[in-house]
């Protein structure tokens, strides 16, 4: 079959979407298929952009190439889901959320703070509604995405998950004394409240943090607090890292913290499982949730300092739980039955 | 479609990076019918907002394709590698159709109009071949600089003594014209024997040309090798007695540069187009009338003086090195 992934992108940024999209293309190609991976240029503001950005995507002709069919067009992201196809699936890794759930969001939004932002909500919104329907199929890359899109837009979309890159090579490995949060470094994923948190744990608790700032003022804001906090000697800040030293610094936690606020899906969480260590996440986190089982497979947090320092204690004090909290994740992770192979059936049924 | 423009996009992109810029390929799909498509995706592209990411500025744009390079930016240079051909020098072409549709007069105008109200827009406009050039300036009144590029790995380029065979490396289809090579080989007084490289994408001039080889009792004296590797293919050209390459309205043609670097010389005929830039007749190659007798001709005196073919193919590498083609030159055009 020949397939086309389509997606929206951000030239210059690279992120779990872009990830999803190669792995995607890779599994459809061992699947046999001659599959390739469009991405449209996407830049959501000033808002008035973003309906034209829409119009550009549905005038767009993918039925064909050179005279012979395509056929199939798997749609990922917003607004390039909305390319018109005859036999197109969309695989939904979330719709513009700044019109939909982070609309007042007290960081996130974006759209309201303009005159025709209402407007611009509105259509993408009707855009969504009436065109998302147009897919042959629907599926989301997880209950979250799916619960919303049911609740915004009264559209059911199938949740399919797929496993994180390179999902074999992670393994367990014995707790040294420090938690792992690997992550981009930005407000969504709430460093922050981990350094508070860690300000008021009980214990001599530690933290390593990976990942690369968004913006340099969310690496300031970390920076500023944990100055302020005193917890020098208790954070260490790693930045960018390679792939094998994620696995190693996963490997060797005694737990992974990721709670961020109502995220997508999450690859950390499974990446966590997968090295059999017990997650720490947050009530509103979203994604995670579907994975964490709150005292088998992790501890599920209110979103406050007190609750996370407590969390972070409770696996600090009781190694021998967290080790088998984290066994349990790694063998709910292989009921789950997480594969690309899956995946990509469910994709082009 | 990978072709030419995916090895020269990807070949920028390197270039760019390894002068210390952030360069990324943006492609946007493009399918030329029916007709009125075209007109939405020239709308599709204007519609595109590429001038900042997360509020960083892009600092230029570099349009290489039709109807990409109309994407809007302040700072945007166009580097030509062809325009919609159907619509200029290859309308009413019998390898085409815009012309059939009964809006086509009409696309082609606006396609025209687009071109020449937009690509002026850009702070600088370049193409990859005075031929390109020559086009642009016929038919929209514009001017263009040529900057020539060299092909991929042009480093890795070497050369052996001549073997008897004449190479033709080329996707098999009708605007290479494998078809009028074989039809020459018929009619050529030596034993002239042909290995032809390169996919077949088109099934029905792939069966034309077995026909032809077939036809003529011409089997023995071709050699049809398909897709063959980067290694293979220098290694083909090291051997080769002289390259063949008499493509009709050539853009540029990493062929004839190709021959070149391995020190071979190149047949190519009056009407191809960008190899006229490169091969000078008796000097570096032959320039043959767009016949089978001519060509024929041509094949039988590369075959016939091989000490001559030899001193052409020497001479064609000096003429490489002599154009001081390279991709240091091109990224300071383009970023000036």
């Known amino acids: 079959m020949r397939v086309l992934v389509v997606t929206s992108g951000v030239p210059f940024i690279r992120g779990g979407g872009e990830i999803l999209a190669d792995n995607l293309c890779r599994a459809l190609s061992r699947a046999g298929h001659d599959a390739e991976l469009i991405s449209i240029p996407f830049k959501h503001y000033p808002p008035n952009r973003i309906p034209d950005h829409i119009l550009a995507c549905r005038l767009l002709d993918l039925t064909e190439a050179c005279g012979v069919r395509i056929d199939r067009v798997i749609g990922l992201r917003f607004p390039a889901y909305l390319t018109p196809h005859p036999n197109k699936t969309i695989w939904l890794l979330h719709q513009h959320r700044t019109a939909y759930e982070l609309w007042d969001h007290r960081t996130a939004g974006d759209l309201i703070h303009y005159p025709d932002g209402p407007v611009i909500r509105d259509t993408i919104r009707q855009a969504d509604r009436e065109l998302i329907p147009e897919a042959k199929a629907v599926y989301t890359v997880s209950k979250n995405v799916s619960d919303r899109l049911r609740r915004f837009c009264g559209i059911a979309g199938e949740p399919l998950y797929s496993p994180p890159a390179h999902a074999a090579q992670f393994h367990g490995g014995p707790a040294d004394g420090y938690f792992f949060f690997p992550s981009r ?98 009530s509103d986190s979203g994604g995670p949730l579907e994975f964490v089982v709150d005292r088998q497979t992790g501890l599920v947090a209110d979103p406050t300092p007190e609750s996370l320092g407590q969390a972070m204690d409770a696996l600090w004090v009781d190694r021998r739980s967290a080790a088998a909290m984290g066994e349990a994740g790694r063998a709910r992770y292989e009921d789950l039955k997480i594969s690309w192979e899956h995946a990509v059936e469910k994709l082009l049924c | 479609m990978r072709g030419g423009a995916e090895v020269l996009a990807e070949g920028l992109r390197r270039v760019l990076a390894g002068a210390g810029h952030q360069a990324e390929i943006v492609a946007i ?308």
């Not at chain 2, 039709?66 to 240079?77: G, M």
């Not at chain 2, 042909?194 to 009792?217: M, N, Q, V």
């Not at chain 2, 390259?243 to 021959?259: K, M, N, Q, R, S």
């Open chain 2, 29 to 336: 799909p493009f399918k030329p019918y029916p007709p009125e498509r075209i007109l939405d995706q020239m709308l599709a592209c204007r519609l595109l907002d590429l001038s900042e990411v997360a509020g960083m500025p892009v600092d230029r744009l570099i349009g290489l394709k039709f109807p990409a390079y109309l994407i809007p930016h302040p700072h945007k240079v166009i580097w030509m590698l062809h325009q919609h051909r159907q619509a200029y020098d290859l309308w009413q072409h019998p390898l085409n159709d815009l012309h059939t549709y009964a809006n086509g007069g009409d696309v082609r105008a606006s396609i025209h109009a687009a071109d020449t109200k937009l690509l002026p827009q850009s702070r600088g406009l370049f193409t990859i071949s005075r031929n390109v050039s020559l086009r642009l300036k016929t038919y929209c009144g514009l001017d263009a600089t040529p900057l020539y590029h060299p092909p991929q790995d042009a480093g890795c380029f070497y050369t052996r003594p001549a073997e008897n065979f004449l190479y033709f490396p080329s996707r098999i289809d009708p605007l290479k014209r494998q078809n009028l090579v074989l039809e020459a080989l018929a009619q050529t007084r030596s034993q002239v024997r042909i290995y032809f490289s390169g996919p077949a994408e088109e099934p029905g001039f792939e069966r034309t040309c077995a026909k032809l080889a077939h036809k003529d009792g011409l089997e023995n004296r071709v050699q049809w090798l398909g897709a063959v590797s980067e290694e293979e293919k220098r290694d083909l050209y090291a051997r080769s007695l002289g390259v063949l390459f008499p493509p009709l309205d050539e853009d540029y043609g990493y062929i004839t540069l190709e021959a070149m670097l391995a020190q071979k010389p190149v047949i190519t005929c009056t009407d191809s187009g960008g190899p006229l830039e490169f091969v000078r007749h008796h000097q570096t190659g032959i320039v043959a009338e767009p016949t089978p007798e001519a060509l024929a001709a041509a094949m039988d005196s590369l075959w016939d003086d091989r000490e001559r073919a030899r001193q052409w193919g020497v001479a064609g590498r000096q003429r490489y090195d002599d154009l001081h083609i390279d991709w240091d030159i091109v990224v300071e055009n383009l970023l000036a």
């Open chain 1, 185 to 282: 470094v930005s407000r969504m994923k709430r460093q922050l409240l981990v350094i508070e948190g860690l300000a008021r744990c009980r214990e001599k608790t530690r933290v390593r943090f990976a990942g690369e700032a968004d913006h340099p003022g969310e690496l300031a804001a970390c920076v500023e607090a944990i100055r302020h906090l005193k917890m020098e000697g208790r954070v260490e800040w790693l930045g960018w890292i390679s792939e094998e030293q994620k696995r190693e610094l996963y490997a060797n936690c005694l737990g992974v913290i990721f709670p961020p606020e109502d995220e997508n899906y999450g690859y950390v969480t499974l990446e966590a499982m997968l090295s059999s260590k017990p997650v720490i996440t947050c």
